[in-house]
C-alpha cells in the first residue's frame, strides 16, 4: 500500500468503496457491522469491523493504521462518519474538514448558536429542557415552531408546535423518543438524547448542492424539493430546481455565505434552505452530498459525480469546477407511499428498471412487512427516479410512473388482524 495514494473510509456503502478503487486509492475501510456487506471484504485493502461512532475504539485503531500503512486522506459521506472523519483530519494534519467544522454542521444547536455569534442569518433556538421551557420559547418567539433531534436527519422526531395546545403532547413525544431512540432505519448508529426548539421558517424548500475547493465555493445544482404540511416525509426532489433567476441567485449567495460562515473549505455540502419573507434561511446543512438519490439526479443533469469528487479530490484526482456547470436536461425522483398495513404485493419494479429514461425504481420493504403511517423519511416504502428533457417533463414523467407503473397492495389493518 502507497500511503499517499491510501484512503480512510468511514462506514461508507459498497458503491463508494468500489470508486475509490476504480481512483486507483488503496483503502482502509471502518465499518459497522450492522453496514457490511461481504464484498467490501473482498475490495477494501484493510477493513475493521468497528462501532467507529466510538472514538475511544477508533482512535486507536486508526493509530495503529496510520503507524502500520499510513494514508492520506479520511473522508465520510454518511452522517455518523462525519465527525469522525473530521478528527482523523485533525490529528493527522491531513487537510480537509476538520472536527470542528464537521460537529457545528451535525449539532444543529452548535451551529445556531454560532451563526449568532457571527451575525450570520439564523433564527431563534433553544434547547429543550422540559415543558415549561417549551412554553416559554412559544411565548417569546411565537408559533408555530419546530420541535427536533439536536443531530438527526431524515425528518425523524421533528415535530411541529403549532400553539400552546399542542405544546403537552409534544413534550410526551420528546419523553417517548427519549426512551425508545430511533425505532426504526439505522438505528444501531444514532441516539436520540437532545432535542432543540426553533423559529419556524415558512416559504418553499430547496437543496443546494456544492463542492469547495479551498474555500471556493461551486454551487452544482439548486435542487426543488415536494414536501407537505402534515408530515416531515420529504416526497420528492427535482433538479434543476424549477424556479426564477433571482430567486436562486439569492439562494446560491446565501449557501456560499452559510459555508464561509461555518468554516466549509473543501469537499461537498447539501445545504436545506427556504426562501422566507426574510429572504434565503439556511435550515440545516451536511459535508456530504445529498441522499435521495440527489447525486444521481445531479450526475444525471449536470455530470458531475460527487462521490468521485469526494474521494478524489483530496488526492487531486479530479478536476476543480471553474464555474457553475451548465443542466442538460432534467431529473427528478418520486417517493412510494402507501396506507397502515401489511404488504401483500409488489409489481412492476422490474420493468421499470429496463427503461433507458429511469435511472433506479426500488422498493425498501418486501411482501408481508408491516408498514406504518407516513411520518417521516424511513416511512417511505421506495422510489422512482427518472431523467427526461427538462424539469417539467421529469416531473410529469416521475409522476406518472409513480401512479401506473408501480402497483404496492397493501393490506389494511383490519384485514390483517382477521
Avoid at 426553533?198 to 456544492?210: D, H, K, L, R, T
Avoid at 408491516?370 to 411520518?375: E, I, Q
Amino acid at each position: 500500500m502507497n500511503p499517499h495514494k491510501t484512503l480512510i473510509l468511514i462506514g461508507h456503502p459498497t458503491e463508494a468503496v468500489q470508486r475509490a478503487k476504480d481512483l486507483g486509492l488503496d483503502v482502509i475501510l471502518l465499518q459497522h457491522k450492522s453496514k457490511f456487506a461481504p464484498v467490501q471484504a473482498e475490495l477494501a485493502d484493510v477493513l475493521f469491523l468497528v462501532d467507529y461512532t466510538d472514538w475511544s475504539v477508533t482512535g486507536p485503531l486508526v493509530e495503529m493504521a496510520h503507524e502500520r500503512w499510513g494514508f492520506s486522506a479520511a473522508v465520510s459521506l454518511t452522517d455518523p462518519g462525519l465527525e469522525i472523519a473530521g478528527r482523523i483530519n485533525d490529528r493527522y494534519g491531513l487537510g480537509g474538514t476538520g472536527y470542528r467544522v464537521a460537529h457545528l454542521l451535525r449539532d444543529k444547536w452548535a451551529m445556531r448558536r454560532h451563526l449568532t455569534a457571527v451575525g450570520a442569518p439564523t433564527v431563534a433556538a433553544d434547547l429543550v429542557d422540559d415543558e415549561a421551557g417549551m412554553r416559554r420559547f412559544g411565548d417569546s418567539h411565537g408559533y408555530p415552531f419546530i420541535v427536533k433531534p439536536v443531530d438527526l436527519a431524515g425528518g425523524f422526531g421533528v415535530l411541529k408546535v403549532a400553539g400552546p395546545a399542542d405544546v403537552p403532547p409534544a413534550w410526551q413525544q420528546v419523553l417517548r423518543m427519549r426512551r425508545t431512540g430511533l425505532d426504526r432505519g439505522p438505528r444501531a448508529l444514532f441516539l436520540v438524547e437532545r432535542f432543540l426548539m426553533e423559529q419556524y421558517i415558512e416559504g418553499p424548500e430547496f437543496s443546494v448542492e456544492a463542492f469547495s475547493f479551498a474555500g471556493r465555493h461551486v454551487v452544482v445544482s439548486v435542487t426543488e424539493k415536494l414536501t407537505e404540511d402534515q408530515h416531515f416525509a420529504e416526497l420528492g426532489h427535482t433538479v434543476p430546481g424549477r424556479v426564477d433567476a433571482d430567486t436562486e441567485r439569492r439562494i446560491v449567495d446565501a449557501v456560499s455565505a452559510f459555508l464561509d460562515a461555518v468554516g466549509l473549505a473543501d469537499g461537498p455540502s447539501h445545504t436545506e434552505i427556504r426562501v422566507s419573507p426574510r429572504g434565503p434561511l439556511v435550515i440545516e446543512s451536511h459535508n456530504r452530498a445529498g441522499g435521495d438519490r440527489i447525486r444521481d439526479l445531479v450526475r444525471a443533469v449536470y455530470g458531475v459525480d460527487f462521490t468521485a469528487y469526494a474521494l478524489g479530490w483530496p488526492f487531486g484526482l479530479v478536476d476543480e469546477l471553474t464555474a457553475r456547470p451548465t443542466a442538460s436536461g432534467g431529473a427528478c425522483v418520486r417517493f412510494l407511499r402507501g396506507t397502515p398495513g401489511r404488504i401483500a404485493s409488489i409489481d412492476g419494479v422490474e420493468q421499470l428498471n429496463a427503461r433507458p429514461d429511469v435511472l433506479a425504481a426500488e422498493v425498501d420493504f418486501e411482501v408481508g412487512d408491516v408498514v406504518g403511517p407516513l411520518r417521516d423519511d424511513f416511512d417511505r416504502l421506495g422510489l422512482i427516479a427518472v431523467t427526461a428533457p427538462d424539469s417539467d417533463a421529469a416531473v410529469r414523467l416521475c409522476d406518472d410512473l409513480v401512479e401506473r407503473a408501480v402497483d404496492i397492495r397493501i393490506e389494511a389493518p383490519d384485514e390483517v388482524a382477521a
